[in-house]
């Protein structure tokens, strides 16, 4: 026989922020008998089994938007190690999608307006992409109109007499959220000019 104990503690190297989940980055610790599992708990509460791969362990089923306090141990024949130290994480992903997007015409430019997203997933929005097309199914071109978090946009220097169609997605720290569905179609269009050749017969 060869004697051994539970392993000592692994290291929690990092916390990284994923859609309703937190990817946990590890070192083991040294064991004189194999490692056959490691366990994790949130904010102090109740251990539950994981698998490590590749030294990372995957827990999903978060919240998003909700910090969560990770510790691990690793397991063995003996059973189980101490406690890691532990590590705050936050499970974050893109913004859901705008809605209502109205596009109001004018001289050579249209008027946008939106709904904000229903839901940030846990990252405040940063900006809008707008995109425009001359037809629903396009193709798209991005409209370049800096950053802005409001829900309204002003998009210039289109074609009088051209119908444009717009879809607009947000922007949060995680990525672009998926695009909004078009917008109505709208023409471009200015007052007539003025007549000329104006003449008058007594």
């Given amino acids: 026989v060869m004697p051994s104990d539970v392993p000592n503690a692994p290291t929690l190297d990092a ?8 990817l946990l980055d590890l070192t083991p610790g040294a064991t004189h008998s194999p490692v056959i599992g490691y366990q994790y708990r949130l904010d102090g509460g109740e251990w539950f089994a994981a698998q490590a791969e590749a030294g990372r362990i995957t827990v999903g089923g978060l919240t998003n938007g909700r910090s969560y306090a990770v510790q691990i141990r690793a397991l063995n024949a003996v059973g189980a190690s101490q406690p890691s130290g532990s590590l705050t994480g936050t499970p974050r992903a893109v913004p859901s999608t705008p809605s209502n997007l109205i596009a109001t015409p004018s001289d050579s430019s249209v008027a946008l307006r939106w709904d904000a997203p229903a839901a940030t997933n846990g ?57 909004s569905s078009a917008s109505n179609a709208v023409t471009p269009a200015t007052t007539a000019g003025a007549p000329t050749g104006v003449s008058a017969t007594r």
């Fill in 15 to 22: 916390v990284t922020a994923a859609d309703s989940s937190l």
């Fill in 123 to 179: 990252s405040p929005v940063q900006d809008y992409v707008i995109q425009r097309a001359t037809a629903e199914t396009g193709p798209w071109t991005a409209v370049t109109d800096g950053t802005s978090v409001l829900t309204t946009a002003t998009v210039t220097g289109l074609t009088n007499g051209t119908t444009y169609t717009f879809k607009v997605a947000a922007v949060n720290a995680i990525g672009t959220g998926a695009d």
